[in-house]
């Protein structure tokens, strides 16, 4: 089986900085496209950053210039860095990944979510 956990979430004041984790553990032959998203409370899930294996990056426009995401292939992680925090910002924040497992097929994992906060 293969499980993601997230950590770093917290509450922040708007302007501050937080930097999320996630690792994938398990029976993992290799790890393809990673990203983060995140949901506020009474709307949809939506695409905050996505990592390729080969490193290339996309970001939401509300994001830009202030987020920023990383992989470590080796390790089979990914964070998030966040910059200039909003109130907006605050919602549950979910890591992504597609792994594909030693004997198996690639499917996309989801951790359980790491909640952030940040006041105004």
């Known amino acids: 089986q293969v499980h993601l956990v997230e950590s770093g979430g917290g509450l922040v004041e708007s302007g501050g900085s937080l930097r999320l984790s996630c690792a994938a553990s398990?029976?993992?032959?290799?790890?393809?496209?990673m990203g983060w998203y995140r949901q506020a409370p009474g709307k949809e899930r939506e695409l905050v950053a996505h990592?390729?294996?080969?490193?290339?990056?996309n970001y939401a426009d509300s994001v830009k210039g202030r987020f920023s995401i990383s992989r470590d292939n080796a390790e089979n992680t990914v964070s998030l860095q966040m910059n200039s925090l909003k109130p907006e910002d605050t919602a549950v924040y979910y890591c992504?990944?597609?792994?594909?497992?030693?004997?198996?097929?690639?499917?996309?994992?989801w951790g359980q979510g790491t909640r952030v906060t940040v006041s105004s």
């Open positions: 990592i390729s294996s080969d490193g290339r990056t």
């Open positions: 398990g029976s993992i032959l290799r790890t393809f496209d």
């Open positions: 992504n990944a597609e792994i594909q497992p030693y004997g198996g097929i690639t499917i996309a994992h």
